[in-house]
C-alpha cells in the first residue's frame, strides 16, 4: 500500500457512522478527516491509519489519544469495528476492523450500524438496547454504565461527545475510594459489573472525580466532590506495577 492517499468512498461511509452530522462537534470532526489525507498505518497493523497532511511523517510513537468515537457497522457475514481518536499534534488515528480479521470488502449486506455518538442520557444502549446505570457527575455531565457490553462512557451535553472510558484505570480509582486492598478484587476489573449494584451513585461518581482528575477528559466544576487520597492509592498502585 502506497502512502500517503485519500480516504476511500468506504472508509469514509464507515466513519460518517461515528460521525453523525447532527452534533455539530462530530460533524466538524468529520469535516476535518476530509480535508486530510491518510499518511500510513498505525502501530496497531491494518485497519489502523494515521490521518493527517501532505509532507508530514505519520506518528507512531506518541501515545495513543482518548478514543472521541466509535461505533460497528454489523453484516450478514462479519462486523466492522470504527474508532476516531482525538486529534493529535495535527494527526488523527482512525481504526477500522473486521471481527473476522478479514480485509473489509468494497461490497456487503448490512444489517444494521449503531455509535455510543449518537446516544443521550434516557437511553438505552445504542449497542444492544440493555438498559444502562445513569450518574450525574454534575449538571450536564453524565457517567453511563452498559453491564450488557461491558462499557463506560461520558457524556457532556454542552458538545453532545461521547468518550469511552478504560475500565481498568476507572476501576483502580474505585478500588481506592472503597479502600478494598484483597488483590483478588483490587486487580480484577471484570469483577466491575458482577458488583456494579453493590456501588452507590456516590461511590462511582467520586471514582470518576478521581480518574479525571489524573486523565482529564471532561471538565468539571470546581464544586465537585473534592478527591481524598492517603496511603492506599500507593498499595493499590504498587499492586497494579507488580502485576504489570
Known amino acids: 500500500m502506497e502512502y500517503p492517499r485519500p480516504l476511500r468512498p468506504k472508509e469514509l461511509d464507515l466513519l460518517e457512522t461515528v460521525l453523525p452530522a447532527d452534533r455539530p462537534v462530530y460533524r466538524a470532526l468529520r469535516d476535518r478527516l476530509e480535508s486530510m489525507t491518510v499518511l500510513g498505518e498505525g502501530r496497531r497493523g491494518e485497519g489502523d491509519l494515521i490521518l493527517g497532511f501532505p509532507g508530514d511523517p505519520p506518528d507512531g510513537i506518541s501515545p495513543l489519544s482518548p478514543v472521541i468515537a466509535y461505533g460497528m457497522v454489523e453484516t450478514t457475514h462479519d462486523a466492522f469495528s470504527i474508532s ?20 473489509i470488502p468494497d461490497h456487503y449486506e448490512e ?90 451513585d456516590g461511590d462511582l461518581l467520586h471514582a470518576f472525580v478521581s480518574y479525571n482528575a489524573i486523565r482529564r477528559r471532561v471538565p468539571l466544576h470546581p464544586d465537585s466532590p473534592p478527591v481524598r487520597r492517603s496511603g492506599i492509592p500507593l498499595f493499590i498502585r504498587q499492586l ?5
Do not use: C
Not at 488515528?93 to 473476522?100: A, M, R, T
Not at 450525574?136 to 462512557?153: C, D, M, N
Not at 497494579?240 to 504489570?244: D, L, P, T, V
Open 84 to 103: 476516531v481518536r482525538e486529534e493529535a499534534g495535527n494527526q488523527i488515528d482512525i481504526e477500522i476492523v473486521s471481527g473476522s480479521g478479514r480485509r
Open 111 to 200: 444489517k444494521r450500524r449503531w455509535t455510543y455518538s449518537r446516544w443521550s442520557p434516557g437511553e438505552a444502549s445504542p449497542a444492544t438496547g440493555a438498559p444502562v446505570r445513569e450518574v450525574s457527575i454534575e449538571a450536564g455531565v453524565t457517567l453511563a454504565f452498559a453491564p450488557a457490553e461491558k462499557r463506560i462512557w461520558i457524556h457532556e451535553r454542552s458538545t453532545g461527545i461521547v468518550r469511552l472510558i478504560p475500565i481498568t484505570n476507572y476501576y483502580n480509582e474505585l478500588m481506592i475510594h472503597k479502600g478494598i486492598r484483597d488483590p483478588r478484587v483490587a486487580l480484577a476489573p471484570s469483577l466491575l459489573w458482577e458488583n456494579l449494584n453493590s456501588f452507590s
Open 240 to 244: 497494579f506495577r507488580r502485576r504489570s
